[in-house]
């Protein structure tokens, strides 16, 4: 997973290689992730939304393709999340981009329009050219409800130079501001039906604390002065009897204890990527161990059900890296794989993992994964680390149409 390389005052660390997904019910390898990957659609309502506006917006502007990246969560990276008019080798090479690359980031933001030279902008960052293309014009997509807030940038690639000003200028100016309030527009809609589903469970597991729980506390009480009661009969039959009652009822209250801390759940409205951020900068403040937070999807919209499953399978393993790894480093990788939503929590520690349940909650995690049609893969090596993957196919597109 990982090599240690040790000098005369420290120990370095880095990984190796990313980790290994393998479909279920198959042997790995490109031609399984192809097939299922084209077995069906997996656009989102954004993702779909933005590919018909892109389309409009390069055929008014003439440009040879458009891409609309959003910002990560890390506040530090673009990523690709539709795109027109670019080759498979040309998008991959899009895919990825740093905030700071200086034709579609900082500089595009900092002036609210950005007409590059594709030929001196390759020179300044070094990166290999762009054969099919001779400018770019980057715009950032702003929040309107929070001024000064980058949603994303809205880049157009043409086969001519282009002018800082004119016809074309003005309708990319104008698209992108359509651009920006289209994607916060969905992302505020998705947030608040989150925010209402969130208010529904908190209502519930109130309503089982104030009535089921205090119910099963105070039969718990009655059941030990039963016990009393009946000392004077038969004594053994009684006291088994009791324990049993006494045995049952306890377990159930554990159960409706899990039930309240289910529906009293710690999602961020934002969604489950700003939550999983947030863990990740929890986990580097109370623990000593660095932690390598990488999310690689730019828009990950999901069933709450799935959103607040995934989240509390990565805090359970990120705790048990916490409490039983004995590791000095860790990393956390969201990603979407032939089709399915990926999360991966690595070690290298001990590598001693043993699913032993109250030990490290593998059964508890394993029960999550389920409940939204998941698996947990686990791989351990003893003093190479441990690794905790969880994946769940990609709902269909219009999942928001049905109940969830």
């Excluded at 954004?46 to 590919?51: E, S």
């Excluded at 608040?192 to 109130?206: D, F, G, H, V, Y």
């Excluded at 999602?267 to 939550?275: K, R, S, T, V």
């Excluded at 399978?313 to 990393?331: D, F, G, Q, T």
Aim: charged share 25%; hydrophobic share 40%; proline share 3%.
């Amino acid at each position: 997973m990982g090599k240690r390389l040790r000098s005369a005052d420290e120990t370095a660390f880095f990984w190796t290689r990313d980790p290994e997904f393998v479909l279920p019910g198959k042997s790995g390898g490109l031609d399984a992730c192809v097939e299922q990957e084209f077995a069906a659609s997996s656009s989102s309502d954004l993702k779909t939304l933005l590919n018909v506006f892109l389309e409009t917006a390069t055929g008014f502007t003439k440009a040879k393709a458009g891409v609309v990246r959003v910002v990560l969560p890390d506040e530090q990276t673009l990523q690709v999340i539709s795109a027109v008019g670019l080759s498979g080798e040309d998008l991959e090479a899009e895919r990825i981009v740093e905030l700071a690359c200086e034709d579609c980031g900082k500089a595009a933001f900092k002036h609210g329009f950005c007409s590059t030279d594709v030929a001196a902008c390759e020179a300044r960052q070094g990166g290999q050219p762009r054969r099919h293309f001779r400018s770019v014009i980057s715009i950032p997509l702003e929040s309107r409800n929070s001024p000064g807030v980058m949603l994303g940038v809205f880049t157009l690639f043409f086969d001519a130079p282009q002018p800082s000003s004119g016809s074309v200028a003005n309708m990319a100016i104008g698209f992108a501001d359509l651009l920006g309030a289209l994607i916060e527009h969905i992302k505020s809609s998705r947030e608040a039906k989150r925010a209402e589903l969130l208010t529904e469970r908190q209502s519930i597991a109130n309503e089982i604390h104030d009535s089921l729980a205090q119910t099963l506390n105070y039969a718990r009480m009655s059941n030990t002065l039963l016990g009393d009661a009946v000392h004077n009969g038969n004594e053994a039959m009684a006291d088994k009897y009791a324990r049993d009652i006494d045995e049952a009822l306890e377990i159930s209250q554990k159960t409706v204890r899990a039930l309240i801390t289910d529906f009293r759940s710690e999602m961020d409205p934002a969604g489950l990527l700003h939550a999983l951020q947030a863990l990740a900068e929890q986990f580097r403040r109370q623990h000593g161990i660095v932690l390598d937070c990488s999310i690689r999807v730019a828009d990950l919209d999901l069933p709450l059900e799935h959103e607040i499953q995934a989240y509390y399978i990565v805090r359970e393993a990120l705790s048990n890296i916490a409490k039983h790894s004995n590791a000095s480093h860790a990393r956390l990788i969201v990603e979407r794989l032939c089709g399915y939503c990926v999360f991966t929590v690595e070690d290298n520690g001990i590598g001693t993992f043993s699913p032993v349940e109250g030990h490290y909650g593998i059964i508890i995690m394993r029960e999550r994964a389920q409940r939204i049609g998941g698996e947990i893969r686990v791989e351990s090596t003893k003093g190479l680390g441990t690794s905790v993957q969880l994946f769940f196919p990609e709902p269909v597109a219009n999942w928001r149409n049905g109940n969830g």
